[in-house]
Nanobody, 122 residues
């Protein structure tokens, strides 16, 4: 059974940075780890993913160049470094795990964390 726990959310001013962590347990070495976010009244949105074996990363256009996904194998942890934050980045951020390497949709991910709130003030 895969379990995911996010941390690192909080309140930050526009232009600031935050790093979110996703601690994992269970057999995830064959999975891809994705990050999503959900703003109030909106659908959950895919941000990007990292494949566990290769470390290759993929991003949606809205965060490319500002957000970076990385992993630390020794800690079984995936990170989302967020720079140049904007008020429109305010959302609950989720990490998720999928055995489908190319998954970019919510339905493609079988395991989810509980989410962590990120609020960006203007």
């Amino acid at each position: 059974q895969v379990q995911l726990v996010e941390s690192g959310g909080g309140l930050v001013q526009a232009g600031g940075s935050l790093r979110l962590s996703c601690a994992t347990s269970g057999r995830i070495t064959g999975y891809a780890m994705g990050w999503f976010r959900q703003a109030p009244g909106k659908e959950r949105e895919y941000i990007g993913r990292i494949t566990w074996y290769t470390g290759r990363t993929y991003y949606t256009d809205s965060v490319k160049g500002r957000f970076t996904i990385s992993k630390e194998n020794a800690k079984n942890t995936v990170y989302l470094q967020m720079n140049s934050l904007k008020p429109e980045d305010t959302a609950v951020y989720y990490c998720a795990a999928t055995s489908l390497g190319g998954a970019m949709s919510v339905r493609g991910y079988a395991y989810w964390g509980q989410g962590t709130q990120v609020t960006v003030s203007s």
